[in-house]
Nanobody
Framework: QAQLEESGGGLVQAGASLRLSCAAS????????MGWSRHAPGPERELVAV????????YYADSVKGRFTISRDNAKNTVYLQMNSLKPEDTAVYYC???????????????????WGQGTQVTVSS
């Protein structure tokens, strides 16, 4: 079993930055690829970014490329999402997710994750 706890969300103005953190209570965190998804009002959840266990490979949605950066610290069992140049359309609940995968590759969506956090709200005002 595992627990993921997100933090760092909040209300910011367009153009601002936020850094989300996800603390993972997972045995052998380094055996997991980690990701961030977001869910804005509506039926679809968007996979925003994924990082391989070593941090050497990443995936980004086109909507965030060049603005968001995913990173991880395996010594701290933590994954981060640095979000710069935020836009109102980035407003969503952001979820951290873990996928058991020691291949060190990342793939494009769809990606199946084993564990999810409870989410943190990010609101960007115009």
């Amino acid at each position: 079993q595992a627990q993921l706890e997100e933090s760092g969300g909040g209300l910011v103005q367009a153009g601002a930055s936020l850094r989300l953190s996800c603390a993972a209570s997972i045995r052998t965190f380094s055996n997991y690829a980690m990701g961030w998804s977001r869910h804005a009002p509506g039926p679809e959840r968007e996979l925003v970014a994924v990082i391989s266990w070593s941090g050497g490979n990443t995936y980004y949605a086109d909507s965030v490329k060049g603005r968001f950066t995913i990173s991880r610290d395996n010594a701290k069992n933590t994954v981060y999402l640095q979000m710069n140049s935020l836009k109102p359309e980035d407003t969503a609940v952001y979820y951290c997710a873990a996928r058991s995968d020691d291949s060190d590759y990342v793939t494009s969506p769809p990606v199946e994750f084993n564990y999810w956090g409870q989410g943190t709200q990010v609101t960007v005002s115009s």
